[in-house]
């Protein structure tokens, strides 16, 4: 079965979908766990990735590549986790709900914070960046979608996702070499 054809089945043949499922198992949970923070949800949204991957099988156009369509799939997944998480969070807010750490659980997180320094800096260059050339570039550069992959999980032309990551690479690129010099 060609690669272009393999998505239709695994909403009705068992065995394609295991082929499926244990040849994107691995990308699926990757993509996924760079975007929540709890290993639980990382478990549950790649289950409920292929969920969606079955249900969305049988209306899914012919001539799509497998990889970049279950990407779109996951991404649609991990936004609607997001949304309910922050809805969670706002209803928590307004109760005023507080859980109370003790000092070893301060200390722990504070080590952790201090061990995560350069990659939350980097994290935080890369969220400030416009929504559309942030997800071009966690597509290209995290995931590692090529260019005309991720305009297709995106929906955008390949020549916009590529405008969209020259113009974020522009604006990373700077502040990286200013802390090469001052480090």
């Known amino acids: 079965m060609s690669p272009e054809n393999a998505v239709r089945p695994i909403g009705r043949d068992p065995d394609a979908f295991e082929a499926f499922y244990r040849e994107h198992l691995e990308a699926v949970q990757r993509f996924v766990a760079r975007r929540v923070s709890s290993v639980h949800d990382a478990a549950d949204l790649t289950a409920e990735v292929f969920v969606a991957a079955i249900e969305a099988s049988d209306v899914t156009p012919g001539g799509v590549d497998p990889r970049v369509w279950l990407y779109a799939v996951a991404r649609r997944v991990v936004a609607n986790h997001l949304r309910r998480q922050a809805r969670g969070v706002r209803a928590v807010a307004r109760l005023q709900g507080r ?17 995560e320094r350069a990659a939350r800096r980097l994290l935080r260059e890369v969220a400030d960046l416009p929504r559309t050339q942030r997800e071009v570039v966690e597509l290209v550069a995290v995931d590692g979608l090529s260019l005309v992959e991720a305009a297709a999980v995106l929906g955008v032309s390949p020549g916009a996702a590529r405008v969209r990551y020259h113009r974020a690479r522009a604006r990373l690129l700077p502040s990286a070499a200013l802390r090469e010099v001052t480090s």
């Open 99 to 115: 859980a109370l750490l003790d000092d070893d659980a301060v200390e722990r997180i504070a080590a952790r914070l201090d061990d």
